[in-house]
């Protein structure tokens, strides 16, 4: 017959004990074997431990409620101003002898290339290009709220005690333009303390190992109390249960939630996030080499230009640029205008110097690029590699 067990300091029973074991019978005191189940207690907090605060009723535990509309700018829209003098947009070509240097060390730094076609091959043409890069940095502040909880230990209690300011009401710190920061804030006045769903105000909970019962089957004797031999167990003593290691035989842990504090601060977060949000466009080139390419690399800044709010580029001489800066700058007042703040735009146009470099290499003709300040080299079809493989 099962017995119930019996109800501990910390809460209430968490399961049954068997009945005893063969140990017992044979006059030796078993230990209960482990209960059929733990706590129920809940594993997120309740809806009911947070209270009602106006102006956040969207938000939510754990979650946020969702980033936040910013209130209407006060500024008004700039006006456009007169564009910067044209500079000279020509690319200066650069020589025989920078190209097959930027040839050889692309070459050195590979593993499985050979220099030979670097420094032996033969340049028979060298072709410049005007490559042109765009970039639209809108940097902007966003904000959302959540419900988080954190072990009360007699920090201050504020909630009610005066109304809470909105989201966009709370002073943040700004870092400097352009650079990706966030800040958490708790909201004033709304800071409480509740009783620790997870231990249900206990300070600890069922220990999982043992599932609360202190103790688990002996591994030696499986729990019968003796040996092969009929010997008493000397592992467990003749009891058929170890002690559990996980929690010292207590059958409790400390509850991680409250830190054995029972009690829980709860507040609402304020996450303020500035994120500087980058877009670049590369006009079209027939050199040949891949867009991707430019990514890696830097070019010649022509044109720069920050304010509160951009217009698009005019009178530049490529149409492409000012078409991609006319897109690009509607297309961020409508993705981060809307449930962020826009603080600074910025645009650049970079000059990128691209040569295709065409060598002959034993009778046969082969392409590389150098391209960007950095004199980077592409070589697709680079005629003298191996297969290497590590031993």
Not at 265 to 271: A, G, Q, R, T
Request: aromatic share 10%; charged share 20%; with cysteine.
């Amino acid at each position: 017959m099962e017995k119930p067990l019996i109800s501990s300091d910390y809460g209430p029973s968490y399961g049954t004990v068997n009945a005893p074991t063969a140990a017992a019978a044979a006059g030796f005191p078993a230990m209960a074997a482990a209960p059929a189940a733990a706590t129920n207690a809940p594993s997120a907090p309740p809806a009911s431990m947070f209270d009602s605060v106006p102006g956040y009723e969207g938000t939510v535990a754990g979650g946020g409620g969702g980033y936040l509309p910013p209130p209407m700018p006060a500024v008004p829209m700039p006006v456009p101003e007169a564009g910067p003098a044209q500079p000279n947009w020509n690319i200066p070509s650069i020589s025989e002898d920078a190209a097959r240097e930027a040839f050889v060390n692309f070459a050195s730094s590979k593993c499985c290339y050979s220099t030979g076609p670097a420094k032996d091959g033969v340049i028979t043409s060298m072709e410049p290009f005007n490559t042109y890069r765009y970039r639209l940095e809108t940097f902007t502040e966003s904000r959302s709220t959540e419900w988080l909880h954190e072990p009360y230990s007699n920090q201050p209690l504020d909630a009610g005690m005066q109304r809470a300011p909105g989201p966009w009401e709370i002073a943040a710190q700004m870092p400097g333009f352009f650079q990706d920061t966030i800040q958490n804030i708790k909201v004033p006045y709304t800071s409480s303390a509740k009783m620790c769903h997870a231990c249900v105000g206990m300070g600890r909970v069922p220990c999982k190992d043992c599932t609360g019962c202190g103790s688990k089957v002996c591994w030696v004797c499986n729990g019968s109390g003796f040996r092969q031999t009929n010997d008493r167990c000397m592992h467990c003593n003749g009891r058929g249960r170890d002690n559990c290691f996980k929690c010292s035989g207590k059958g409790t842990n400390e509850c991680s939630t409250c830190r054995g504090r029972s009690q829980l601060l709860v507040f609402i977060n304020l996450k303020v996030q500035w994120t500087n949000n980058k877009e670049d466009f590369v006009v079209e080139q027939s050199s040949g080499l891949r867009v991707e390419n430019f990514s890696k690399v830097s070019g010649r800044e022509m044109f720069k230009d920050s304010q509160f709010m951009l217009y698009p580029v005019m009178g530049f001489p490529d149409p492409a640029v000012a078409q991609a800066s006319e897109r690009l700058i509607r297309e961020h007042m409508s993705k981060y205008g809307q449930m962020a703040r826009i603080l600074q735009q910025r645009h650049t146009i970079e000059l990128i110097p691209v040569t295709r470099v065409t060598y002959a290499w034993k009778g046969k003709s082969h392409l590389y690029f150098v391209f960007g300040n950095e004199m980077s080299v592409n070589a697709e079809d680079y005629p003298a590699t191996c297969c290497c493989s590590v031993m």
